[in-house]
């Protein structure tokens, strides 16, 4: 039977052209990873923290999205192991994992020993479950399952590949949160502004809760993650904490880029038990561990030409937490349009 296969292969210490070249031989589609760069370039995110068995499951996942109907395999060899990974294509979409130590056996006997296994590994799984050193890895609930259910504190969303992960690791960046419902040019705009001045890059957040309407279904919030397409190039993270204060816990030291309306909300008792004093010392322990609140005026009523143009001196903040904001120039930053407004029109053009 004719199968297509996909294979990546990374090689952080080993070199040898020869596996190379026999290992390419085998697919339709195949990359070496030869350093760390070339890892990161390929799975659109910095993964070098990683290794070994997580490692090679996150390339072999990466290949299924690329192409879900292919035979796919991932190889890491570090200078103490190796790891491989089959994935056979849908519907089926089973894992299997073998791994051996480099350090056991001279390198060419260790190359050869991999080049036979993954020839047979072209063959299909039939012929390589009979042997017992093959673990069969069954997949976990997917990543926005495991957060619904709180298992991890968040998931990324990498458009190069239309897919979550919960890998990315959100350090130096500037967390932008927000419905996005829909996505406009004033938030790219916006965000464009908020990397000029940071000097990070601008990661969009998306909280599958929300503070006053509930939990989002999993059909919307991909919905709306399927927003952030590659062409825009933008991360957009998913998380469970609608309240400002605990999803700025989970990014210590991150910047965030809020419109004025947020900001208001920052600083309202209600979200804090009612209590100013309670407001003032958790917003105090984020200034403290490095955070910095980006605000951009916004529209008071973006349907009415009468609204005013609201900026963060509108805002009455407690002095001891002054320090935390800082407000994006209107000259540098106006956009008279929001979601709410272009949802109300689109709902008017369909009546």
Same mark, same amino acid.
């Given at each position: 039977?004719? %199968?297509? *296969?996909?294979?990546?292969? &990374?090689?952080?210490? +080993? =070199? ?12 339709? $589609?195949? %990359? ?30 990466? *290949? &299924? ?5 292919? &035979? ?6 570090? =200078? ?10 849908? #519907?089926?979409? =089973? ?18 020993? !991999? ?10 799984? #039939? ?33 190069? $590949?239309?897919?979550?992960? @919960? ?7 500037? +967390? ?16 464009? @502004?908020?990397?000029? *001045? ?14 006053? =309407? ?13 927003? &952030? ?13 609608? *309240? ?22 920052? @600083? ?46 509108? !805002? ?11 407000? !994006? #120039? ?6 008279? !349009? ?14």
């Amino acid at each position: 039977m004719h %199968r297509q *296969l996909f294979g990546v292969v &990374f090689l952080s210490s +080993i =070199k040898d052209n020869t596996l190379v070249s026999r290992l390419s031989s085998f697919y339709h $589609y195949f %990359r070496l990873l030869e350093n760390d760069q070339q890892l990161v370039d390929f799975l659109s995110y910095d993964a070098t923290w990683l290794n070994g068995k997580p490692l090679a499951l996150e390339l072999v996942d990466t *290949l &299924f999205h690329l192409n879900s109907t292919a &035979f796919s395999t991932a190889l890491c060899i570090d =200078k103490d192991s190796w790891h491989l990974v089959l994935l056979s294509p849908s #519907p089926e979409t =089973k894992r299997w994992y073998r791994c051996g130590k480099v350090t056991d056996s001279p390198q060419q006997q260790v190359l050869e020993e !991999i080049y036979s296994i993954m020839e047979q590994c072209t063959q299909g799984p #039939p012929k390589v479950l009979s042997d017992e050193s093959w673990q069969l890895v069954p997949f976990i609930v997917s990543p926005l399952q495991q957060l619904f259910r709180r298992d991890i504190p968040y998931c990324v969303w990498l458009p190069k $590949y239309g897919r979550l992960s @919960v890998y990315p690791r959100m350090e130096q960046v500037v +967390i932008f949160p927000g419905s996005f419902h829909p996505l406009h040019r004033g938030h790219l705009e916006l965000a464009k @502004v908020a990397e000029q *001045l940071s000097q990070r890059p601008v990661v969009f957040e998306l909280a599958v809760v929300n503070a006053d =309407k509930g939990t989002q279904s999993e059909s919307e919030v991909m919905h709306r993650c399927a927003q &952030f397409t590659s062409e825009l190039g933008y991360y957009c993270v998913l998380t469970m904490e609608p *309240l400002f204060y605990k999803k700025a816990k989970l990014f210590p030291g991150a910047f965030f880029l809020v419109g004025v309306d947020t900001a208001q909300r920052m @600083v309202d008792p209600k979200y804090y038990n009612h209590s100013c004093e309670e407001m003032i010392a958790c917003l105090q322990s984020l200034m403290e561990s490095g955070t910095k609140i980006l605000v951009a005026g916004r529209l008071q009523d973006p349907s009415s030409n009468t609204g005013k143009f609201l900026t963060l001196q509108d !805002i009455s903040i407690p002095w001891a937490i002054q320090n935390l904001f800082y407000s !994006i #120039p209107q000259e540098m930053f106006r956009c008279d !349009i929001s979601s709410t407004w272009i949802r109300k029109q689109m709902q008017q053009e369909q009546q």
